[in-house]
């Protein structure tokens, strides 16, 4: 499975972005995908994740609320609308597929593909 994201940019506080995660290949196998974040001079950390079957969600705390996962079966693609952005979102965000069908979907290692990257900067 290969992944491409897209949608980062350059915004204010208060804003909102919509990053879009295309799979293409052996999607067939897709069970779970999510997205993580990595801010400057941190590491990777969980932002929310979907299943592909029921499309049960789940959210890291920090942005309950506000980010919200979807999918879009027929064009093999997941969405992260991210509403209210404050500068602590900043960060280059990963999205991730997984074949798994059991995992905790919070966990990096349950993914075996992940996607290049797209640089989300919130300014204050």
């Known amino acids: 499975v290969q992944l491409q994201a897209s949608g980062g940019g350059l915004v204010q506080a208060g804003a909102s972005l919509r990053l879009s995660c295309a799979a293409s290949?052996?999607?067939?196998?897709?069970?779970?995908m999510g997205w993580f974040r990595q801010a400057p001079g941190k590491e990777r950390e969980f932002v929310a994740a979907l299943r592909w079957s029921g499309a049960s969600t789940d959210y890291d705390d920090s942005v309950k609320g506000r980010f919200t996962i979807s999918r879009d079966n027929a064009r093999n693609t997941v969405y992260l609308q991210m509403n209210s952005l404050i500068p602590e979102d900043t960060a280059v965000y990963f999205c991730a597929a997984s074949s798994r069908v059991f995992g905790d979907m919070r966990v990096q290692s349950t993914y075996g593909n992940w996607g290049q990257g797209t640089l989300v900067t919130v300014s204050s």
């Open positions: 290949g052996r999607t067939i196998s897709m069970r779970a």
